[in-house]
């Protein structure tokens, strides 16, 4: 029999546990918790130790009490399969496993693992019949089968079910089972209560599980623990004790003294709180979509627009959605509503209009940066297939480094099923995983590849490491994202670097009218989402340029 590997993002490998190494870890974990709960410490077993749960389960293993002293040991729990085991011996040396530009997050894993020795990892199920608590971050995903068609999909309950399952096996029955996850409303109580009782029953347990729900709004970025740990939290739970537990655990662990905890009645409106805040979010950005085409189309810009709406506090959040969202919680956490009307609550009537409509504009809406890239080229009378262009920004927002449903990777993979050659540069990654491993990432036949033709090239993308030379030659260069690597790019200078003209795609507002009129008097083209008015800007260069002929 073949060993089977996982391998980190660096490339070391990890063999996959044998049977042995169970019984051995096993008794580790044994020995382990026996030594904290001398010390009183409650036991925390995290399940999935991935973008959510590695930083909650920093947050938790740092925990203290009123006298300063650790009082949570933390298991790390992650399945030990060929794509994520590695996950679990980096954890081990106090290694993250998720790189972030927060500076919190490593140095708090280091000190809990090697330090107050307060957190480890595994890979074995039985720790879950050590745990007081067990935190569920487990992804359910919902998988799309049209690109800009959320109700033609589906919510991928199969991998919290499985785990849902496998935990009632092992969870001792007083043991508080908490899921962060965003779930379709109803989950809790419709979907994971029953699977538990279930189990519960085989084994010989006629107690009810203690069953909650409390989402996170984790957001990546310089704030990304804070997010976890000095932010509102809403929770419940499916009876008295639950609700009491799990605000006893999150009071503990939250800075709740600063950001008050809201508790619930039932967890369906935890759930649909959850689902209701990120499709409130998603349809104010997909609100401008019209209006910023409508800008484009009639001379507007709508960042000028924006500002100046704004300036009054009732409608200070308003946003421009750039080239359309991404993150893994906006372009899909409506669809979970959606769903789970009709396919846990069992209704048969189509009450739902803005929230997928909303979803569906956000999905498309970069593909619209690939046209304003093809009439440039043709206002340049050069054309599109074969031509050399860089996308400046991969992930989905500005100063992070993180690729989930980015608006980027669309616009990507629509010029070049176009025909263009493609190159780009993000200074916060060296891989693109959705198009280097687009076989098997974000799992096998879901990758937007599908969607597209022609992408088989795609696996050879590499992220370019230096700026000035991915410049040279390119017969176009959008401008993705709002990196503050991009915001102070001097026209004159990318020109040199170019080495020839060139077309300008503005895709956020990043260029102001002045680097816009630069632009056109050395020869180039602009075009820009929602930037109507470079139209004007064009005319007066070249009116200018008109008279100076004429002048001499």
Not at 66 to 83: A, D, L, Y
Not at 257 to 279: F, G, Q
Not at 394 to 404: I, K, N, P
Not at 424 to 433: E, F, K, Q, S
Request: proline share 5%; with cysteine.
């Amino acid at each position: 029999m073949n060993k089977e590997y996982s391998v980190s993002p660096d490339g070391e490998k990890f063999a996959i546990p044998s049977p042995k190494e169970y019984k051995d870890e096993l008794k580790r974990l044994k020995t382990v918790v026996a030594r904290h709960r001398k010390q009183k410490r409650e036991i925390v077993v995290v399940m999935g130790v991935g973008f959510v749960g590695v930083a909650m389960a920093a947050v938790i293993a740092d925990t203290v009490d009123k006298k300063g002293k650790p009082n949570k040991f933390v298991i790390g729990m992650q399945r030990p399969s060929v794509r994520s085991y590695w996950k679990i011996p980096l954890l081990n040396r106090g290694i993250s496993p998720v790189v972030s530009e927060d500076q919190e997050l490593a140095p708090m894993i280091e000190r809990c693992v090697n330090e107050k020795k307060t957190l480890t990892a595994t890979f074995s199920y039985d720790a879950l019949a050590l745990a007081d608590v067990v935190v569920v971050d487990i992804q359910c995903d919902y998988v799309k089968d049209a690109l800009g068609n959320v109700s033609n999909g589906r919510a991928d309950m199969s991998p919290l079910e499985e785990s849902l399952a496998v935990m009632a096996e092992h969870i001792n029955p007083d043991a508080l089972v908490l899921i962060e996850t965003t779930v379709a409303p109803g989950t809790t109580e419709q979907v994971a209560y029953p699977i538990i009782k279930k189990v519960f029953r085989k084994r010989g347990i006629k107690s009810d599980p203690l069953l909650a729900h409390s989402f996170e709004r984790v957001m990546p970025g310089k704030e990304y623990v804070a997010s976890i740990r000095d932010f509102w939290r809403v929770c419940s739970g499916i009876n008295v004790k639950s609700r009491k537990r799990v605000s006893k655990f999150l009071n503990d662990v939250l800075n709740t003294d600063d950001y008050p905890l809201t508790v619930l009645d039932r967890p369906i409106e935890s759930e649909t709180a959850k689902i209701v805040e990120n499709s409130f979010r998603a349809t104010i950005l997909a609100f401008m979509d019209e209006w910023s085409l409508f800008a484009e189309r009639n001379g507007v810009d709508i960042m000028k627009v924006i500002t100046a709406v704004k300036a009054r506090p009732t409608h200070s959040n308003i946003m421009f959605p750039g080239p359309g969202i991404g993150g893994y919680c906006l372009p899909k956490d409506g669809g979970l509503g959606v769903w789970a009307y009709k396919h846990i609550h069992g209704f048969e009537d189509d009450i739902f209009k803005i929230t997928p409509m909303a979803i569906n504009i956000n999905d498309s809406r970069s593909l619209h940066v690939a046209q304003l890239v093809r009439d440039a080229l043709r206002n340049m009378n050069r054309p599109i297939a074969a031509a050399d262009i860089l996308l400046l920004g991969a992930s989905y927002r500005e100063d992070v480094g993180d690729t989930r449903y980015s608006g980027s990777e669309l616009i990507v993979r629509r010029l070049t099923e176009m025909g263009a050659e493609m190159k780009v540069h993000d200074p916060y990654l060296t891989h693109w995983w959705e198009f280097e491993q687009q076989d098997t990432y974000p799992s096998k036949g879901h990758s937007l590849a599908r969607f597209f033709r022609n992408q088989e090239k795609l696996t050879n993308l590499e992220m370019e490491e230096d700026l000035p030379g991915a410049f040279k030659g390119a017969d176009a260069i959008i401008l993705a994202v709002r990196h503050k690597h991009y915001l102070d790019l001097d026209p004159d200078r990318v020109f040199r670097m170019v080495g020839n003209t060139f077309a300008v795609i503005d895709c956020f507002g990043i260029l102001d009218d002045e680097k816009i009129r630069r632009y056109f008097e050395l020869g180039c083209e602009v075009k820009g989402l929602g930037r109507g008015h470079v139209r004007w800007i064009k005319d007066e260069v070249r009116k200018q340029k008109m008279k100076e002929c004429e002048e001499k």
